[in-house]
């Protein structure tokens, strides 16, 4: 017998033994991306440790007894400004998007959720959600808005560790004339002209649009239950995202808690700084995957546990891809077979995910020469034993022939400028030519 699944739970601020609601249906709610943009590396964190959580689920209760919810964020005044920008409608600026978003993160070897909801099929359910919270008492019509009454929730703060006192003693002045409390938030909101609108809740005449918390609240509602496992999502969204999915989910529903366990993965750094599309110092992981394979991505993303900061540097990718290469350097890596966990790895796995000692285990295995359990292991954590080079998949190699022979001809001729540019050309391609002394070029692709 296995020892039990622990994890680090935000709002007790302990690593805990995990007790599911229901072991025949474990629910698990990760908030998903917004999709305007390309996502980035620093997105890509929360989605693969959180699928590497899935998994372990799935493996422990069974795959039929897990429901993991992935949302999509897909209204939002930055997809409204993108659209406009683009000259294309919401629906398709988002719809690409989000194709793009699962190609790019199924290279990296994650699962797709059991339930990916959009907020804008669940609006009747904000709805209700806003009306439930008006009529309890917890929120309030102002100007249009609606919004929730944070000092009518006496415990709000408890995931954040932010006593509603102090926080209102230390809340900013300058805030909506139509809020009651500068901590009020709002639920509810007018739409601008051109914005997209439904028809609003709690008697209010005008169109408007959702405001971002209550999305979570209703598709996880919908989706999971008022009350359910595990709520996850990346640091930075433990105040106030999720403090305010907690206050509403809580206040409609009169119930104690809205998850029972809230994980918290920290932040992928470039030098020391959150990576960020706000600070510029951002890869999105479509381009990555033109330089790393996505397997090796997923390796180096898991060498780090998941609580704490990870520096991203072309060093530890490097690192990370001779490690695969290693593991993978026997026969048929990837050709199917079992996917079960080693029990050494699992152990360190159900040890609040602790991946950097589960891959010191990986690495034992390779050291013992335990070749099935290795690659079995891998196949169940995600890694199909595929790291072919991406940047040697995009050099034509008949345009590469052509090159070298264009460039043999302006040798013949003399031509030392043209032969030079034509091998400038090759290099910034990643191909590096030797000139035999027979005359004759020869290339290969070098990675660096
Ligand atoms: P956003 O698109 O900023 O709402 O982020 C989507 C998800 O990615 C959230 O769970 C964030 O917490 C997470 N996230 C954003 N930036 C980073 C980062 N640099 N490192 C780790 N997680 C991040
Ligand atoms: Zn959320």
């Not at 305007?36 to 959180?50: K, M």
């Not at 439930?132 to 917890?138: D, E, P, Y």
């Not at 072309?314 to 490690?323: G, Q």
């Not at 796995?349 to 020469?369: C, V």
């Amino acid at each position: 017998m296995a020892a039990p699944l622990r994890l680090t739970n935000t709002l007790t601020r302990r690593k805990e033994e995990f007790r599911p609601i229901d072991p025949s249906n474990v629910r698990i709610y990760a908030c998903g991306p917004t999709v305007y943009d390309f996502a980035h590396i620093g997105n890509a964190r929360p989605i693969i440790v959180f699928d590497l959580l899935f998994r372990l689920l799935r493996h422990l209760y069974g795959e039929a007894h897990v429901t993991y919810v992935r949302n999509v964020t897909d209204v939002d005044d930055k997809i409204n400004a993108r659209a406009a920008e683009r000259g294309v409608s919401i629906r398709e600026l988002t719809d690409g998007t989000l194709t793009q978003f699962h190609e790019d993160i199924r290279a990296l070897g994650v699962l797709r959720p059991s339930v990916e909801p959009r907020a804008t099929d669940h609006i009747e359910e904000m709805r209700r959600l806003i009306e439930g919270l008006v009529k309890s008492g917890h929120a309030y019509v102002a100007e249009e808005h609606v919004l929730f009454d944070v000092p009518s929730m006496p415990d709000y703060g408890q995931l954040s560790k932010r006593p509603l006192d102090e926080m209102e003693a230390g809340a900013r002045v300058d805030v909506a004339p139509y809020k009651r409390s500068p901590l009020d938030f709002v639920l509810w909101k007018p739409s601008k002209a051109g914005e997209p609108s439904w028809p609003s809740p709690a008697g209010i005449a005008t169109p408007g649009r959702p405001g971002w918390h209550i999305e979570c609240s209703a598709m996880s509602w919908k989706h999971l239950g008022e009350t359910f496992d595990i709520h996850a999502g990346g640091l930075d969204l433990i105040f106030p995202h999720h403090e305010n999915e907690i206050a509403q989910s809580r206040c409609c529903f009169g119930t104690a808690v809205m998850a029972n366990y809230w994980l918290h993965n920290g932040f992928l750094q470039v030098e020391g700084e959150k990576m960020s599309k706000s600070l510029g110092n951002f890869v999105t992981i479509h381009d990555a995957l033109k330089e790393w394979p996505g397997e090796v991505i997923r390796l180096n993303m898991l060498k780090t546990h998941y609580r704490q900061p990870i520096d991203w540097t072309a060093r530890s990718l490097d690192e990370s891809w001779d490690t695969l290469r290693s593991w993978y350097a026997h026969e048929d890596f990837g050709s199917g077979g079992d996917a079960e966990i080693a029990p050494s790895v699992l152990e360190a796995l159900l040890d609040d995910l602790n991946t950097p000692r589960a891959i010191a285990e990986l690495h034992s295995l390779s050291g013992k020469g335990d070749r099935a359990a290795l690659a079995s292991t891998l196949r169940a954590l995600g890694f199909a034993g595929r790291i072919d080079d991406p940047r040697a998949v995009e050099v034509d190699r008949d345009a590469v022939q052509q090159k070298i022979e264009l460039r043999l001809a302006a040798r013949a001729a003399k031509n030392w400028a043209e032969s030079d540019r034509i091998r400038d050309e090759l290099k910034a391609m990643g191909v590096q030519l030797k000139d035999g002394k027979d005359g004759t070029t020869t290339w290969e692709f070098a990675r660096h």
